[in-house]
């Protein structure tokens, strides 16, 4: 039987994981290892068109990680906090705002979660927090931070998540544990399926990147939050040494090139997908990334090709999840087959996401 507990915050509530995450505490979906009588969604934005849960458990509250001041309201009481909020920018150069967000931000809702008697919390980090532009045919969490970012996307998240660790090194409460997604994917992706499909359909998908070896992760959105519920479920029974552990989450199959993964979603969605032979050589596509960046700034827009960008799909960005697997008993709730099919059949509804 799952957990049960009688309130849950979940910050970035409204968002793409936020709203994966309270589909699977209210038990509506997968085998959910965490249960809530109440779920609060902390959000600066209201839900968005077919992603709002219907639900009387589900309670909406406006708030922003970056003013303490209104998370001690929606934090009162809770058992569990699964920290999700952040900024996620790849390419505009917006540092201090990545810092207000990603790092500030982080920091407001560990002292909030101390100071409300939270018991578990759970930080939402991200694989490119050791992302150093070379090569990762399976990374770990042995990995090292890089001494220095590719983006100050990169740099802020490593420097949120090594605030949740140096938090948990110092206090004993609340409990705490950091997650590490790779790229995620699913109903409501505003990331990786929005973006390749509004290429796909304004005609600038006409190629597809570097030699078709690099293998890159995904994850299920739905996985992830799986994942998720079982670190904190693992963290309220205190059944392992969880406390300060990070662990990256993975779908059950192997990683394989970014092109070949999207390739049959985009085709579900009725979209024709460049063949394995219609390719830009690495150099020339970072060559154009380089100019493209430089010109997306100069006219304030963000670039639609970034360095980082064809690193990550050229090169072997890949992970193993044996840790999570091993320690919190982790194992993907969801096949890549119903992953596709679920995610196909949401962006055949309701189309790419609009990202404010």
Known sequence: MPERVAKVVITGGSGFLGQALTRQLLGREGAPALLADEVVQLDLRGATPGRATQDPRVRW?????TDSATLAPSFRDADVVLHCAAL??????RRAELERVNVEGTENVLAASRDAGVKALVHTS????????????????????????????CATKALGEQRALAFAAAEASPRL??????????EGDPYHVTETLLQARSGRLVARLGDGHANFSHVYVGNVAHGILLAAARLLAGETPLHGRVFFVCDDEEPNNFFDFMAPILEGL??????????????PAMLAAHIGTRLSRLVGRAPTLTPESVNMVCRHFAFTDARARRELGYAAAFTGDEARARTIAWFRAHGPVRRG
């Open 61 to 65: 509250r406006r708030g922003d990680v």
């Open 177 to 186: 544990a950091v997650v590490r997604p790779v790229g995620i994917y699913g």
């Open 126 to 153: 991200t694989m490119d927090v050791v992302y150093q532009g070379e090569a990762i045919p399976r990374g770990d969490e042995t990995l090292p931070y890089p001494t220095r970012f590719e983006t100050d996307y």
């Open 88 to 93: 996620v920018d790849w390419g505009r150069g």
């Open 270 to 283: 009725g979209e024709r997908f460049p063949p394995p032979g219609r390719a830009i050589p690495y150099g």
